[in-house]
C-alpha cells in the first residue's frame, strides 16, 4: 500500500525558514511525480509546487524564488525548502504522488502544519 | 496562468438527490481536469481524471464530463459518506490550479 508521510511542520516566525519531507513507501519518487499542496484555514487547495521524474520542477507564483522542491533518491524522500515565510504561508501542506501524468495526484499524505506567525 | 472557476460555491442536498458542480477553465484546457473530494482533516482523494475517467475504487455515482473549457461533475444519488468538499484542478499547464472549492452539505 502507497504512503505519503509529511513531517516538519512547525511554528515558524515572518521571514523564517523552515525544511519539509515527504517520506515515501511503496512508491519510488525517482520514478513518479511527488507535489506540494497546500490549504490555508479557511480557504481551498491550493498548488506549491511538483518534482518530476526526470528532475524537472515547477512552482506556483506565490513561491517562485521562495521555495525550492528536492528529491533524495537513496531515503525514497521529497523536501519542500521554504525560505522567507511570510503569514500567508500559514497552511495545512500536503504531499502527493502521481504515476501517469503530471498534475494528477493518485496518492496523498496526511498533511503537515505550518504556522506563521510572531 | 489558467483561472478555475466553480459553481456554486456551496449547496446543500440530502441523503438520495443527483448532484451537479459545474468547473470552468480560463482557456481549453482539452479534458486535462481532475475532481478531487477533501474531507476536513483528511487527505484529498482523486475521484475523476481526464474529466471523465473514474479513479479506481471510486464509486460508480460520481461522473464526469464537459469539454474545452467547461466541465461538470455529477453525484447521481447522493450517500452519507460524500458530504463534504469537491475540487476541480487542471493539469493542462504546468501551474495545476485547483477551482477555489465547492462544498456540500446536508440540507
Known amino acids: 500500500e502507497v504512503q505519503l508521510v509529511e513531517s516538519g511542520g512547525d511554528l515558524i516566525q515572518p521571514g523564517g525558514s523552515l525544511r519539509l519531507s515527504c517520506a515515501a513507501s511503496?512508491?519510488?519518487?525517482?520514478?513518479?511525480?511527488i507535489s506540494w499542496v497546500r490549504q490555508a484555514p479557511r480557504k481551498g487547495l491550493e498548488w506549491v509546487s511538483i518534482?518530476?521524474?526526470?528532475?524537472?520542477?515547477y512552482y506556483a507564483d506565490s513561491v517562485k524564488g521562495r521555495f525550492t522542491i528536492s528529491r533524495d533518491s537513496s531515503k525514497n524522500m521529497v523536501s519542500l525548502q521554504m525560505n522567507s515565510l511570510r503569514a500567508d504561508d500559514t497552511a495545512v501542506y500536503y504531499c502527493?504522488?502521481?504515476?501517469?501524468?503530471?498534475?494528477?495526484?493518485?496518492?496523498w499524505g496526511q498533511g503537515t502544519l505550518v504556522a506563521v506567525s510572531s | 496562468d489558467i483561472q478555475m472557476t466553480q459553481s456554486p460555491s456551496s449547496l446543500s442536498a440530502s441523503v438520495g438527490d443527483r448532484v451537479t458542480i459545474t468547473c470552468r477553465a480560463s482557456?481549453?484546457?482539452?479534458?486535462?481536469l481532475a475532481w478531487y473530494q477533501h474531507k476536513p482533516g483528511k487527505a484529498p482523494k482523486l475521484l475523476l481524471y481526464?474529466?471523465?475517467r473514474l479513479e479506481s475504487g471510486v464509486s460508480s455515482r460520481f461522473s464526469g464530463s464537459g469539454s474545452g473549457t467547461d466541465y461538470i461533475l455529477t453525484i447521481s444519488s447522493l450517500q452519507p459518506e460524500d458530504f463534504a468538499s469537491y475540487y476541480c484542478q487542471q493539469y493542462y499547464s504546468t501551474e495545476f490550479t485547483f477551482g477555489p472549492g465547492t462544498k456540500v452539505d446536508i440540507k
Open positions: 518534482i518530476y521524474s526526470n528532475g524537472r520542477t
Open positions: 502527493a504522488g502521481g504515476e501517469t501524468v503530471a498534475g494528477i495526484s493518485n496518492y
Open positions: 482557456l481549453d484546457i482539452t479534458n486535462s
Open positions: 511503496d512508491f519510488t519518487v525517482n520514478n513518479n511525480y
Open positions: 481526464g474529466a471523465s
